[in-house]
């Protein structure tokens, strides 16, 4: 997620704005900029990569002003470079954006704006905005940046400067965080508190369709109709490292309460609704259109969380779109002979897009004459570079060295090309896709309400934590979340578990169940529930504890199930979304109560560039 800075009152802007920019670094970015106000000038600075090369570039052509805004950028719409780095000005050279968020619209505005003549400098949803604020602008800035807003659809928080303004800043939130600091005769604005922390604790959280008028003397906030509004200061009381993860103990747990908004940011973009008020997938972005139709086969290639995402992809594919899938791990694809067929759709799944063997079996995909299609959380990595299209998950920065909130974006992003080649091939009719599309709408708030059964997971945790095996078994699409669900487990927990197939237990696992096994049933698949409860019997019978996932208003395990934990009801289909949730959380609390950091396993990295 990209940050955002800025700063009005009495003192030199930059150096402000660089140290509020490295308070947010932890975020994660690929390129910064800032824009400064000196008398009659608007002086804009940005620079590819590291924070260091910005400075670099600011310490060879100094910058002086008490007004600026700055931002970090983490790239999805246009590649990391100078040119998409923010802040964005409008034709003039007199106004500056920074932005946080996805104009979903972006292209029409861009298109209506070109066609007034607008010239654009980069591939930024982001530069629509400088370009409406400036044709909108007419001596009154808080007036032409509502304006602005009005014409815009997706998320936004959003500061903007304007050289006829002198000492101002205009900022405005929707679905995305603003946070304005007030200091004696200065003003901070960030997009997290950490930025503000060295300044003032003294802040005002900006709510939805909110603006702030900031200028050194004090703020103005006003509603969406430009009506003046008050609101109360708050004070933050927290150390920097806590608000670094937002008040949460560790950035694993932060990535997991992050997914409702990851998986709405993942979905939103694309959607569309016809005349016929029928809602539809829109994948032109990765150009699957109707010459997509006949696709013989899909291929997945991913390693570890990523090809457990693969796996999933395979029963929704082959389900809505029936269209055979292959998924293989990287590693083994690479070496071995695989058949491939111009006319198979090759899809690529990797949150770093810098795993040195998604990257080989991709290249080697490539030299045999496959399309690639990646599925990548970041722009400008290798993956997204070298693939022919690229489907970003949007789920912002992962911190945390086990994967969350990429896991379920990948799954979402999944989910819409299997509902996208459903739609292309008609084995679902428009009515069933939209009542589909409707359901993967309900499930950020869906995940949000899980969330809420925290304590009785982390209290299983507590419970459970010192067992000495942990297995994870489901049938259908409960089977990839057992893989992924004991894949967490293991790598921040240290405790030995395994996954299997429900219906493999008789044909080995079970002999290795005993009283110091726990053993958690993903039971999410209502017409196989007979058959998960004969196999917790089964295991229940030699011993073992037994936790079961299932829907909060279904009674099929009460009796059998130790301890349930629920999700909410949803179609069986696109449950992966949901149940691996409670999954990651007792993978996380298992860690924390062996005293273990989540958020950095033993021998383990981010990103595994190498063999
Ligand atoms: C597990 C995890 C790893 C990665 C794997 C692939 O939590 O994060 O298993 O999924 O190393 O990484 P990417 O997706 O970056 O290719």
């Known amino acids: 997620m990209c940050g955002i800075v800025g700063y009005v009152g009495v003192k030199n802007a930059s150096p402000i704005l660089i140290e509020a920019l490295k308070k947010l670094e932890y975020r994660g970015y690929d390129s910064a900029g800032i824009a400064v106000l000196n008398n009659d000038e608007l002086l804009v600075r940005k620079a590819k990569g590291a924070l260091k090369f910005l400075q670099e570039k600011i310490a060879k052509e100094i910058i002086r002003g008490s007004c ?6 983490w790239a999805t719409h246009g590649e990391p470079s100078d040119e998409n780095s923010h802040p964005h000005t409008d034709v003039s050279g007199s106004i500056a954006v920074v932005h946080n968020g996805i104009i979903e619209n972006y292209s029409i505005l861009k298109q209506k704006l070109q066609g007034k003549g607008i010239t654009f400098k980069s591939e930024t949803d982001t530069e629509v905005i400088a370009h409406l604020v400036h044709y909108y602008y007419d001596g009154n800035l808080l007036h032409a940046v509502a304006k602005a807003l009005n014409q815009l659809q997706g998320s936004y928080a959003l500061a903007v400067i304007c050289k006829d303004s002198p000492d101002t800043i205009v ?21 997290d508190v950490p930025a503000l922390l060295e300044h003032t604790r003294t802040v005002f959280y900006l709510n939805d369709n909110e603006l702030a008028l900031i200028k050194k003397e004090g703020i103005s906030f006003f509603n969406e109709e430009l009506e003046p509004i008050e609101k109360t200061a708050e004070h933050v009381n927290w150390d920097l490292s806590a608000a670094e993860k937002d008040g949460f103990e560790h950035f694993m747990l932060k990535e997991i309460y992050e997914q409702p908004q990851s998986l709405l940011q993942t979905l939103r973009p694309r959607i569309v609704t016809g005349d016929d008020g029928l809602k539809s997938v829109n994948l032109d972005e990765i150009g699957i259109d109707q010459r997509y139709a006949q696709t013989p086969r899909v291929i997945i290639t991913a390693c570890g969380t990523a090809y457990h995402a693969g796996l999933a992809a395979k029963y929704a594919i082959e389900h809505f779109a029936r269209i055979p899938v292959d998924v293989d791990i990287a590693s083994e694809y690479r070496y071995r002979s695989p058949i491939l067929n111009p006319a198979d759709v090759f899809i690529i799944i990797s949150q770093s897009g810098e795993t040195a063997d998604t990257l080989a079996a991709m290249r080697m995909a490539k030299k045999a004459g496959a399309r690639i299609i990646a599925i990548t959380n970041v722009a400008g990595s290798t993956l997204a570079r070298e693939a022919d299209a690229v489907l970003f998950t949007l789920a912002g920065p992962e911190i945390a060295v086990a994967s969350t909130k990429a896991f379920t974006s990948q799954l979402m992003c999944v989910y819409l090309v299997a509902l996208k080649f459903a739609q292309l091939k008609g084995t679902l009719t428009k009515e069933e896709l939209h009542k589909y599309i409707e359901e993967l709408e309900a499930l950020p708030a869906k995940a949000q309400e899980l969330l809420q059964n925290k304590e009785i997971i982390q209290r299983f945790a507590a419970k459970t934590f010192n067992k000495k095996k942990v297995f994870f078994m489901g049938r259908l699409a409960d089977y990839p979340i057992s893989m992924e669900s004991a894949l967490k487990l293991k790598e921040i927990s240290y405790t030995h578990s395994e996954s299997f197939a429900a219906g493999e237990l008789k044909h080995g696992p079970i002999a290795l169940v005993d009283t110091d096994t726990l053993v958690v049933a993903v039971c999410t698949q209502s017409k196989l529930f007979d058959k998960m409860d004969s196999n917790i019997k089964e295991v229940k019978a030699r011993g073992a504890t037994v ?39 007792f993978a996380y609390y298992c860690a924390v109560q062996r005293s273990l950091d989540p958020d950095k396993p033993r021998n383990l990295a981010k990103s595994v560039t190498v063999e």
């Open 68 to 73: 600026g805004i700055g931002h970090t950028r």
């Open 547 to 585: 936790m079961c996932i299932t829907y909060q208003d279904e009674s099929y395990f009460n009796k059998t199930a130790d301890a349930t934990v629920t999700i909410p009801r949803t179609y069986d289909e696109l449950t992966p979304m949901l149940s691996v949730i409670p999954a990651q959380l």
């Open 171 to 191: 900022c405005a939130r929707k679905d995305s965080p603003l946070v304005i600091g007030q200091g004696n005769g200065e003003q901070f604005l960030a997009s």
